[in-house]
């Protein structure tokens, strides 16, 4: 009796112990699921997109991995030894992760420079292709391959041609912002920071200036020694900063000054006390001891005057100046070509090598 009882407290212990053994299993694997799916879930937090990989496998339960996209980019930035660029007029926070911000003089000559194998382009195609052009050994990767800037197609081959047939001593100087093609059409490259400065020292008297008609007329009216010629292209975010608002920011705020970018049309570049490139008006307000400034470029400069002026005021137009090109630009589609290596930006070959000497000479010039 007395071993049949014992059997059986032995069998109770052993089935309790053998459920709680089970109970445990099943709890762990209800914890840590049983899939080898991924799931990302993301949330934003102080101006922080925070991504979260729930990585849940049979055996090993989950690992979690909490790591911002802006900790993810640094990471394969170095793994990969890539090196970001980025525009003034991208998003703050693609700006923030860039390791060179700039305007375009300042990006092409850098892009020239760098020893990185891969450069991450945060701006619009024909920074990528001047990328491509002045760095052939390297892989240039635009995060979006759809950002383009239509200033940079407004000129016809013809209207090159015409030029040319007219004058024999011609030169053709291009705007950065144009294709690599109209590069190899031309002779030398500008940006709106050199523009001046290299059609003055030019020794040809006739300059054909293509594409953007305001920039164009700056320069001619800053060389009135040349003939400058100009054709129809313009920017549509620049041409529609309206003089009116410019006049009704000064009007609220007499002691700011106005400072405007060369690619504005003609009634706005009129009515302003500084004409310069972005990287031009971000020095002149950095210099200077005014507190109160109306901008009149895009609305991307804000980020970088503010950084270097925090106890200064900045007024833009009421409609504010977007490019919605150069916006297209995030950080997840940074990561996304750090990662897949994709979007390399390409010069067709048979317009490279004019196009590269078109901006090659525009570094040589601007020493
Ligand atoms: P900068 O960068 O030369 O000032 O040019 C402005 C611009 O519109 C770039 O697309
Ligand atoms: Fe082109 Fe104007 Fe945009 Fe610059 S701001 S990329 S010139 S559309």
């Given at each position: 009796?007395?071993?049949?009882?014992?059997?059986?407290?032995?069998?109770?212990?052993?089935?309790?112990?053998?459920?709680?053994?089970?109970?445990?299993?099943?709890?762990?694997?209800?914890?840590?699921?049983?899939?080898?799916?991924?799931?990302?879930?993301?949330?934003?937090?102080?101006?922080?997109?925070?991504?979260?990989?729930?990585?849940?496998?049979?055996?090993?339960?989950?690992?979690?991995?909490?790591?911002?996209?802006?900790?993810?980019?640094?990471?394969?930035?170095?793994?990969?030894?890539?090196?970001?660029?980025?525009?003034?007029?991208?998003?703050?926070?693609?700006?923030?992760?860039?390791?060179?911000?700039?305007?375009?003089?300042?990006?092409?000559?850098?892009?020239?420079?760098?020893?990185?194998?891969?450069?991450?382009?945060?701006?619009?195609?024909?920074?990528?292709?001047?990328?491509?052009?002045?760095?052939?050994?390297?892989?240039?990767?635009?995060?979006?391959?759809?950002?383009?800037?239509?200033?940079a197609h407004m000129v016809r081959k013809e209207e090159v041609d015409t030029a040319r047939e007219r004058y024999e001593d011609l030169a053709v100087v291009c705007y950065i912002n144009s294709?690599?093609?109209?590069?190899?059409?031309?002779?030398?490259?500008?940006?709106?920071?050199?523009?001046?400065?290299?059609?003055?020292?030019?020794?040809?008297?006739?300059?054909?200036?293509?594409?953007?008609?305001?920039?164009?007329?700056?320069?001619?009216?800053?060389?009135?020694?040349?003939?400058?010629?100009?054709?129809?292209?313009?920017?549509?975010?620049?041409?529609?900063?309206?003089?009116?608002?410019?006049?009704?920011?000064?009007?609220?705020?007499?002691?700011?000054?106005?400072?405007?970018?060369?690619?504005?049309?003609?009634?706005?570049?009129?009515?302003?006390?500084?004409?310069?490139?972005?990287?031009?008006?971000?020095?002149?307000?950095?210099?200077?001891?005014?507190?109160?400034?109306?901008?009149?470029?895009?609305?991307?400069?804000?980020?970088?005057?503010?950084?270097?002026?925090?106890?200064?005021?900045?007024?833009?137009?009421?409609?504010?100046?977007?490019?919605?090109?150069?916006?297209?630009?995030?950080?997840?589609?940074?990561?996304?070509?750090?990662?897949?290596?994709?979007?390399?930006?390409?010069?067709?070959?048979?317009?490279?090598?004019?196009?590269?000497?078109?901006?090659?000479?525009?570094?040589?010039?601007?020493?």
């Amino acid at each position: 009796m007395k071993r049949k009882q014992e059997f059986q407290g032995m069998c109770e212990s052993m089935s309790l112990f053998f459920f709680l053994f089970l109970f445990l299993i099943v709890c762990n694997l209800v914890q840590y699921g049983m899939t080898n799916e991924v799931h990302v879930s993301c949330h934003m937090e102080d101006n922080v997109l925070y991504y979260r990989k729930h990585e849940e496998s049979q055996f090993c339960g989950r690992i979690e991995d909490d790591m911002t996209i802006q900790e993810e980019i640094n990471q394969l930035k170095e793994e990969k030894s890539a090196v970001i660029l980025a525009h003034y007029y991208v998003r703050p926070e693609v700006q923030e992760i860039a390791d060179y911000i700039g305007d375009s003089f300042y990006l092409s000559k850098v892009a020239a420079e760098l020893p990185n194998p891969i450069i991450v382009y945060c701006g619009v195609s024909f920074m990528g292709e001047s990328g491509c052009l002045l760095s052939p050994d390297k892989k240039v990767l635009m995060p979006d391959q759809e950002a383009d800037c239509p200033m940079a197609h407004m000129v016809r081959k013809e209207e090159v041609d015409t030029a040319r047939e007219r004058y024999e001593d011609l030169a053709v100087v291009c705007y950065i912002n144009s294709t690599a093609e109209i590069k190899s059409w031309s002779d030398v490259s500008v940006t709106s920071a050199n523009a001046v400065k290299i059609v003055k020292n030019l020794p040809n008297k006739n300059i054909l200036f293509i594409p953007d008609r305001n920039l164009g007329r700056y320069v001619a009216e800053q060389v009135p020694e040349k003939n400058i010629m100009l054709v129809n292209g313009y920017c549509p975010i620049h041409e529609a900063i309206a003089a009116q608002e410019i006049r009704k920011l000064k009007e609220a705020h007499p002691d700011a000054e106005i400072l405007v970018h060369p690619e504005c049309c003609e009634e706005v570049a009129e009515i302003a006390d500084y004409i310069g490139s972005t990287s031009g008006i971000i020095n002149y307000v950095t210099a200077s001891e005014r507190r109160e400034w109306i901008i009149g470029t895009e609305v991307g400069v804000r980020y970088e005057l503010e950084k270097r002026n925090p106890d200064n005021i900045f007024y833009f137009p009421e409609t504010e100046p977007v490019c919605g090109d150069m916006k297209r630009i995030t950080l997840e589609k940074v990561l996304e070509v750090l990662k897949s290596g994709k979007n390399q930006a390409a010069v067709a070959e048979e317009q490279a090598d004019a196009a590269k000497l078109t901006l090659s000479r525009m570094l040589e010039l601007s020493i």
